[in-house]
């Protein structure tokens, strides 16, 4: 198999090309107006918002901080500008019922004039009324009435007092009401005198007494109906004078909101509540105050019924709302009823009722992070029943779950138009549309934000263009070309990719902010190309404190880790460590054991359930492999063990595949393994080597251990070939390989690995599937195939003496 060399320097790193740029610095760019590869995202996101169909909500996916809502806003802005303002919304009290507040729709700009209008008709008509009732003409009219029914009343017990009077009797008023009495010459006769009479003539009075109080009773039964009588013509007379006194007003407004037929009624419905409660203009300020309080109502003479409650005002905007809901409570997104304390008891009315995120995004668009909404109780499915209803029903929790039983407000629904934009990572969307029914039918148009674009020329000038317009836009120093050049080299690191770039805007545009103060800090007038490395390694400082804890306990042999010398059945992986935005490599060994066995392979990280479901699969795989490679015809008659050392936390990924296949191998040929080098790579059944992730600070970690005990010219690492395009490696890597001190080997196969370790030739095998003598792997087949003969003659040896003497078992 041919040698394989180590990687070149500029195998390790491509740099930007400065001469590529036209500028001295970002002051002579132009501001960049298109987003950065994300064509796809846009189109889709472009056809959500303008597709005005039921269920073509967006949802908006990527990562947290790759410029999704900066996006979305700009969108939405070009495209709300030139929209029609909403309507506005009301909600006035509903005469009828009370409880359920009556909802009003107007052309935006109406609702404050309404609310104006009827405040205005209020102070109008308790000037009006109490002025109409005091007036001349009125207590005229009144008068007429009282003194008829009041001579109609007089008259009738008059001619029943004539009628007695003419049989020698007279009809008494006294405080106990009206009674008959015997007269002589018109005086009263005294019980005495009566007693005096024969009884013809007390018989006759007695008859006499009984007739006219049969006349008497007519007229007093009558007097309740002349009441009423009286009462009707009263009112009847107030109404005339109310309707001529306010009815203009009310027919004025009327004509002003002939468009909206819910206006007129309403209108109707007021004026006929003020002829029944006209004692309520009547009533002095301080009278309409006691009322008030002794009923303990709003609606007992404070005029709040009359009130407009403007729930949405788009009187003073321009173009379609945009609405961004920080914090979607139930309440903040479908609205609320809030209550007053009076008297120690809460009380409300329609007033009180207040809008959430629906209302003042309706006829707009309305934008939601989905973290945040889906884990605030019930504002999930308050926004689905709302978006598959077309309608914002405010509801409080008691109502929706039956959990209250007293009454309160059911305002009538609003009408709902939006196009909702929930933004969250992919997870969440492949989620929700796996395990919601309803997310797919209300959420039809997802928009996908590509992680990462290809690195070129024109990208590379669109974020030197990019970077200028974060410059302006924070009133930063200009970056000159070698900033911008180290800049796109950082995000091609980040990106773990030489041949792309990262689009994560928010790292992008921290880095320019900090590299701005490192310009100041060091009185450039622009941002040089020192001044983002220098904030750079200013960012890895502060986040690198348990990094420098790890490589000291090796360092000091704590956690041993050999970076000289050649161990049998034992070898340096690699692992990544994330704390957060911040990721590190560090070298950590492996060890195999291999035994007589049944072929049984145990990955002890797994069986003490420190070991995840992918290194499990990757372990399994070794077994796959040796049966396959070595052992094809025969029994795998091994039993081998593999362990990562001085781990105690998770194991996770098969990175490691290939290291601890190389360690097996070497426990099975009893050939010892360098201890300079490290590797990392994972492999399929057929021992190829396949990429990996984070190989930057993999190689970087095992680096900083070589390097802080001294570098010997024997030290590096090994890694999948397909791993090249991804290299990136930190300026001092690359000095170390260019003097000769450090390597980095590419290899496509674990028998390339193996020659790099062992130094010896691996072998391939012939047609017959025999391996070449003195090679690697003839070491290992024969070291299997001795296992396979040691387990037969056990077999055998077992089967005999697990006999009787009987030959029987």
Same mark, same amino acid.
């Given at each position: 198999?041919?040698?394989?060399?180590?990687?070149?320097?500029?195998?390790?790193?491509?740099?930007?090309?400065?001469?590529?740029?036209?500028?001295? =610095?970002?002051?002579?760019?132009?501001?960049?107006?298109?987003?950065?590869?994300?064509?796809?995202?846009?189109?889709?996101?472009?056809?959500?918002?303008?597709?005005?169909?039921?269920?073509?909500?967006?949802?908006?996916?990527?990562?947290?901080?790759?410029?999704?809502?900066?996006?979305?806003?700009?969108?939405?802005?070009?495209?709300?500008?030139?929209?029609?303002?909403?309507?506005?919304?009301?909600?006035?009290?509903?005469?009828?019922?009370?409880?359920?507040?009556?909802?009003?729709?107007?052309?935006?700009?109406?609702?404050?004039?309404?609310?104006?209008?009827?405040?205005?008709?209020?102070?109008?008509?308790? #000037?009006?009324?109490?002025?109409?009732?005091?007036?001349?003409?009125?207590?005229?009219?009144?008068?007429?009435?009282?003194?008829?029914?009041?001579?109609?009343?007089?008259?009738?017990?008059?001619?029943?007092?004539?009628?007695?009077?003419?049989?020698?009797?007279?009809?008494?008023?006294?405080?106990?009401?009206?009674?008959?009495?015997?007269?002589?010459?018109?005086?009263?006769?005294?019980?005495?005198?009566?007693?005096?009479?024969?009884?013809?003539?007390?018989?006759?009075?007695?008859?006499?007494?009984?007739?006219?109080?049969?006349?008497?009773?007519?007229?007093?039964?009558?007097?309740?109906?002349?009441?009423?009588?009286?009462?009707?013509?009263?009112?009847?007379?107030?109404?005339?004078?109310?309707?001529?006194?306010?009815?203009?007003?009310?027919?004025?407004?009327?004509?002003?909101?002939?468009?909206?037929?819910?206006?007129?009624?309403?209108?109707?419905?007021?004026?006929?509540?003020? #002829?029944?409660?006209?004692?309520?203009?009547?009533?002095?300020?301080?009278?309409?105050?006691?009322?008030?309080?002794?009923?303990?109502?709003?609606?007992?003479?404070?005029?709040?019924?009359?009130?407009?409650?403007?729930?949405?005002?788009?009187?003073?905007?321009?173009?379609?709302?945009?609405?961004?809901?920080?914090?979607? =409570?139930?309440?903040?997104?479908?609205?609320?009823?809030?209550?007053?304390?009076?008297?120690?008891?809460?009380?409300?009315?329609?007033?009180?009722?207040?809008?959430?995120?629906?209302?003042?995004?309706?006829?707009?668009?309305?934008?939601?992070?989905?973290?945040?909404?889906?884990?605030?109780?019930?504002?999930?499915?308050?926004?689905?029943?709302?978006?598959?209803?077309?309608?914002?029903?405010?509801?409080?929790?008691?109502?929706?779950?039956?959990?209250?039983?007293?009454?309160?407000?059911?305002?009538?629904?609003?009408?709902?138009?939006?196009?909702?934009?929930?933004?969250?990572?992919?997870?969440?969307?492949?989620?929700?549309?796996?395990?919601?029914?309803?997310?797919?039918?209300?959420?039809?148009?997802?928009?996908?934000?590509?992680?990462?674009?290809?690195?070129?020329?024109?990208?590379?000038?669109?974020?030197?263009?990019?970077?200028?317009?974060?410059?302006?836009?924070?009133?930063?120093?200009?970056?000159?070309?070698?900033?911008?050049?180290?800049?796109?080299?950082?995000?091609?690191?980040?990106?773990?990719?030489?041949?792309?770039?990262?689009?994560?805007?928010?790292?992008?545009?921290?880095?320019?902010?900090?590299?701005?103060?490192?310009?100041?800090?060091?009185?450039?007038?622009?941002?040089?190309?020192?001044?983002?490395?220098?904030?750079?390694?200013?960012?890895?400082?502060?986040?690198?404190?348990?990094?420098?804890?790890?490589?000291?306990?090796?360092?000091?042999?704590?956690?041993?880790?050999?970076?000289?010398?050649?161990?049998?059945?034992?070898?340096?992986?690699?692992?990544?460590?994330?704390?957060?935005?911040?990721?590190?490599?560090?070298?950590?060994?492996?060890?195999?054991?291999?035994?007589?066995?049944?072929?049984?392979?145990?990955?002890?990280?797994?069986?003490?359930?420190?070991?995840?479901?992918?290194?499990?699969?990757?372990?399994?795989?070794?077994?796959?492999?040796?049966?396959?490679?070595?052992?094809?015809?025969?029994?795998?008659?091994?039993?081998?063990?593999?362990?990562?050392?001085?781990?105690?936390?998770?194991?996770?990924?098969?990175?490691?595949?290939?290291?601890?296949?190389?360690?097996?191998?070497?426990?099975?040929?009893?050939?010892?393994?360098?201890?300079?080098?490290?590797?990392?790579?994972?492999?399929?059944?057929?021992?190829?080597?396949?990429?990996?992730?984070?190989?930057?600070?993999?190689?970087?970690?095992?680096?900083?251990?070589?390097?802080?005990?001294?570098?010997?010219?024997?030290?590096?690492?090994?890694?999948?070939?397909?791993?090249?395009?991804?290299?990136?490696?930190?300026?001092?890597?690359?000095?170390?390989?260019?003097?000769?001190?450090?390597?980095?080997?590419?290899?496509?196969?674990?028998?390339?690995?193996?020659?790099?370790? =062992?130094?010896?030739?691996?072998?391939?095998?012939?047609?017959?599937?025999?391996?070449?003598?003195?090679?690697?792997?003839?070491?290992?087949?024969?070291?299997?195939?001795?296992?396979?003969?040691?387990?037969?003659?056990?077999?055998?040896?077992?089967?005999?003496?697990?006999?009787?003497?009987?030959?029987?078992?």
């Amino acid at each position: 198999m041919d040698q394989i060399k180590p990687l070149t320097p500029d195998q390790l790193y491509r740099h930007c090309d400065v001469g590529q740029f036209s500028f001295e =610095t970002t002051a002579d760019l132009e501001d960049i107006s298109e987003i950065i590869g994300q064509v796809r995202a846009l189109d889709a996101a472009q056809f959500g918002l303008g597709m005005r169909r039921d269920g073509y909500n967006l949802y908006v996916m990527g990562p947290s901080g790759s410029g999704k809502e900066t996006m979305v806003r700009y969108l939405l802005e070009q495209r709300a500008a030139s929209e029609a303002s909403p309507f506005d919304w009301c909600y006035v009290h509903n005469f009828s019922q009370p409880h359920k507040p009556r909802v009003v729709r107007l052309t935006a700009g109406l609702g404050a004039r309404l609310r104006k209008d009827m405040k205005q008709l209020v102070e109008e008509l308790s #000037i009006t009324i109490p002025a109409v009732f005091e007036a001349d003409e009125y207590a005229h009219r009144l008068g007429e009435i009282n003194n008829e029914f009041g001579e109609r009343q007089s008259k009738a017990f008059n001619e029943v007092g004539e009628s007695a009077s003419k049989r020698d009797i007279v009809l008494l008023h006294t405080a106990n009401g009206f009674s008959f009495a015997p007269a002589k010459d018109g005086e009263v006769v005294s019980p005495e005198d009566f007693a005096k009479m024969t009884p013809e003539e007390q018989q006759k009075i007695e008859h006499d007494t009984a007739v006219l109080q049969e006349a008497l009773d007519k007229v007093v039964h009558q007097v309740p109906r002349w009441r009423r009588e009286r009462l009707h013509r009263v009112r009847q007379l107030n109404e005339e004078v109310v309707l001529f006194a306010v009815g203009h007003m009310i027919e004025a407004l009327k004509e002003e909101y002939a468009d909206f037929p819910v206006v007129k009624t309403y209108l109707d419905e007021v004026q006929q509540n003020i #002829i029944e409660r006209l004692d309520d203009f009547r009533q002095s300020k301080e009278e309409q105050a006691a009322s008030w309080v002794l009923v303990g109502e709003s609606d007992s003479g404070d005029f709040s019924r009359f009130r407009v409650n403007l729930l949405v005002d788009h009187g003073d905007s321009q173009g379609a709302p945009i609405i961004g809901e920080d914090h979607p =409570t139930y309440q903040n997104l479908i609205g609320r009823t809030e209550y007053l304390s009076q008297m120690g008891t809460l009380v409300t009315d329609f007033m009180q009722i207040k809008p959430g995120a629906l209302h003042l995004a309706n006829g707009g668009y309305l934008l939601l992070d989905a973290v945040k909404l889906l884990t605030q109780p019930f504002s999930w499915e308050a926004l689905k029943r709302a978006l598959s209803k077309r309608e914002v029903r405010i509801e409080s929790f008691g109502q929706m779950y039956g959990l209250v039983s007293t009454v309160s407000l059911e305002p009538e629904p609003i009408q709902l138009d939006v196009k909702v934009v929930v933004m969250g990572n992919r997870l969440l969307y492949y989620m929700l549309a796996q395990y919601d029914p309803e997310f797919s039918e209300l959420f039809k148009v997802s928009a996908d934000f590509e992680d990462e674009v290809p690195r070129n020329a024109d990208n590379h000038l669109l974020y030197a263009r990019l970077i200028a317009t974060l410059a302006r836009r924070d009133e930063l120093r200009p970056f000159d070309r070698h900033a911008v050049a180290r800049t796109i080299e950082h995000c091609a690191r980040r990106a773990e990719d030489a041949e792309k770039l990262s689009t994560h805007m928010e790292s992008l545009a921290d880095l320019v902010r900090e590299s701005d103060f490192w310009a100041g800090q060091n009185a450039h007038s622009a941002v040089t190309g020192e001044d983002v490395e220098r904030a750079i390694e200013a960012q890895i400082h502060r986040a690198d404190r348990l990094r420098d804890r790890s490589q000291e306990a090796i360092l000091r042999g704590t956690v041993q880790i050999d970076t000289t010398g050649v161990r049998v059945g034992q070898i340096n992986g690699l692992a990544v460590f994330q704390l957060g935005q911040f990721a590190f490599g560090q070298p950590s060994r492996i060890t195999a054991s291999t035994r007589l066995g049944s072929g049984v392979l145990i990955d002890i990280q797994r069986e003490i359930k420190l070991g995840g479901a992918i290194h499990s699969k990757g372990v399994l795989i070794l077994s796959s492999y040796l049966g396959s490679r070595y052992t094809s015809e025969r029994p795998l008659s091994l039993s081998a063990s593999l362990v990562f050392e001085q781990t105690y936390g998770m194991v996770e990924g098969d990175s490691a595949s290939m290291a601890e296949l190389c360690a097996l191998l070497s426990s099975l040929a009893a050939v010892p393994i360098r201890q300079s080098l490290a590797v990392t790579g994972s492999v399929d059944q057929f021992g190829r080597v396949q990429a990996i992730g984070a190989v930057n600070e993999k190689i970087e970690g095992f680096f900083e251990i070589c390097s802080r005990r001294g570098l010997t010219g024997e030290q590096g690492v090994i890694i999948p070939e397909t791993n090249l395009a991804h290299l990136m490696l930190r300026r001092d890597v690359i000095a170390a390989t260019a003097a000769g001190n450090f390597h980095i080997y590419p290899v496509k196969a674990v028998d390339q690995a193996l020659e790099l370790l =062992t130094g010896m030739d691996a072998g391939e095998p012939d047609a017959a599937g025999v391996f070449p003598d003195n090679s690697f792997n003839r070491l290992v087949a024969e070291r299997l195939h001795t296992l396979a003969e040691i387990g037969r003659r056990y077999g055998k040896h077992g089967a005999s003496v697990g006999k009787g003497a009987d030959g029987k078992s």
